[in-house]
Every structure is written in structure tokens, then in C-alpha cells.
């Protein structure tokens, strides 16, 4: 139980172009999913949470109108990359909880922009 | 706000031996989680382990145990008879919850370990 799924799992796209990236719960309803990003051998810097039918929390420093996230459903929250920049280019890794506390990670999406 | 701090950014071991990790955490908080997390090369984030800060008992799971100082804000993970499969980079994390648990913060990860087990 508990399974996390990303997709996509790796993604090139060229700079300029936006980029979705899908969370989902596959065998539990999570009131709340979260969205992380990790460079290599870092640690997972929180970008927002997000609550089912409500507006994203962005942390400090994190741009809104660049990480798009919606959280329509129990089951699936995104994360589009608006405009997406060389910079950009990291890994993004979901998590989803269910109404405890601990939080289920998906297996992650390696975003690459050239 | 709190913190998290894992003192060893690196740390090998022989397969079979034990190890230790090492965490310090601050925080004002007196309802909490702390967790320790384990990402191996595939980037799977997996949860090792859960203490909850009002059990006195150190939580375990089968090769897997804690060693949690309330007063001292530790929370080490200690990792007997070693497997090549748990080379991986170990994250511990800390999450506040309010009084009767009805809402859970979100994840404090510290800087992580990356622990080579060696055949």
C-alpha cells in the first residue's frame, strides 16, 4: 500500500517551453501532497504544498507564477514548469499524505532543459 | 523554525558490521515526529524508520533502531549486520503536529549521509 507514482519519470525539453509534471496517490486519498526539488547529492528543498480544492503554500523563494500546482482531486496534484530555462533543470520529487503523518514520496522526475 | 543536522556527510561501513548515523534537531515544539528516510541510487525516497517525541521507547524495525534523547534533541539511526542493499544517501527529518495530533506540518529534512556499505 502507499504507492506514490510521478510521470514522467525523465523529460528534455527545449527552453521556453512549459513542462507538467503528474503526482499520484494510487491506493489512498491524500489531503495534502507537497513538491520538492533535489540537485545531486543535496538534500530536498520543499518548493509548495498543496491541499485538495485549494491554492498552493510556496516557500520563500520559490516562484508561483513559474511552479504552476494544482491539486484537483484526492489523488492527483501537478507541477508545470512555465517557461522552462536551463536553470530549472533538477529533480522534482512528490510526495502525498493521507490524513496521519507520514509522507509517501514518488519515485521522482528528472527534468532536463536545454 | 526548525532545524535538522546531520554532522557526517558520509560514512562507510563493512557488510555485516554496524553503523551509526548521526542527527541533532532544534526545536521549540513539544508534540513532533522524526523519521529517517533513505534514498539509494534509483532516488526512490523509502521511510526506514518512525518515532513519535512523546514514546519514551526507541522505535524499531527489524535491522533498523533509534536511539532517541528527547533532552539532547538526538536522533540517531543505528543499522546492525549491514547489506550491500542499504547503501544509500539517509535523510533524517523532523515534523511538528499540533496538540491531538488533528494536522501535520510539513518535513524539516537535514543535509543527509550517504552511507557505502562495502562487500
Known amino acids: 500500500g502507499a504507492v506514490v507514482s510521478q510521470h514522467p519519470s525523465r523529460v528534455i525539453c527545449k527552453s521556453g517551453t512549459s513542462v507538467k509534471i503528474e503526482c499520484r496517490s494510487l491506493?489512498?486519498?491524500?489531503?495534502?501532497m507537497f513538491w520538492y526539488r533535489q540537485f545531486p547529492k543535496q538534500s530536498l528543498m520543499l518548493m509548495a504544498t498543496?491541499?485538495?480544492?485549494?491554492?498552493?503554500?510556496?516557500e520563500q523563494g520559490v516562484e508561483k507564477d513559474k511552479f504552476l500546482i494544482n491539486h484537483a482531486s484526492l489523488t492527483l496534484s501537478t507541477l508545470t514548469v512555465t517557461s522552462a530555462h536551463p536553470e530549472d533543470s533538477s529533480f522534482y520529487i512528490c510526495?502525498?499524505?493521507?490524513?496521519?503523518?507520514?509522507?509517501?514520496f514518488g519515485p521522482g522526475t528528472r527534468l532536463l532543459v536545454l | 523554525a526548525q532545524t535538522v543536522t546531520q554532522s557526517q556527510p558520509e560514512m562507510s561501513v563493512q557488510e555485516a558490521e554496524t553503523v551509526t548515523l548521526s542527527c541533532t534537531y532544534d526545536?521549540?515544539?513539544?508534540?513532533?515526529?522524526l523519521f529517517w528516510y533513505k534514498q539509494p541510487p534509483s532516488r526512490q525516497m523509502i521511510l526506514v524508520i518512525r518515532?513519535?517525541?512523546?514514546?519514551?521507547q526507541n522505535a524499531t524495525e527489524n535491522r533498523f533502531s533509534v536511539n532517541f534523547q528527547k533532552a539532547a534533541k538526538s536522533f540517531s539511526l543505528k543499522i546492525s549486520d549491514s547489506q550491500l542493499g542499504d547503501t544509500a544517501m539517509y535523510f533524517c527529518?523532523?515534523?511538528?503536529?499540533?496538540?491531538?495530533?488533528?494536522?501535520?506540518?510539513?518535513?524539516?529534512f537535514g543535509q543527509g549521509t550517504i552511507l557505502t556499505v562495502h562487500p
Open positions: 518515532q513519535e517525541a512523546y514514546k519514551q
Open positions: 510526495s502525498a499524505q493521507p490524513y496521519k503523518e507520514t509522507q509517501y
Open positions: 491506493d489512498f486519498q491524500a489531503t495534502t
Open positions: 526545536t521549540s515544539e513539544s508534540n513532533y515526529y
Open positions: 498543496s491541499n485538495e480544492g485549494s491554492k498552493a503554500t510556496y
Open positions: 527529518a523532523f515534523m511538528k503536529h499540533n496538540a491531538g495530533g488533528t494536522s501535520y506540518g510539513k518535513l524539516t
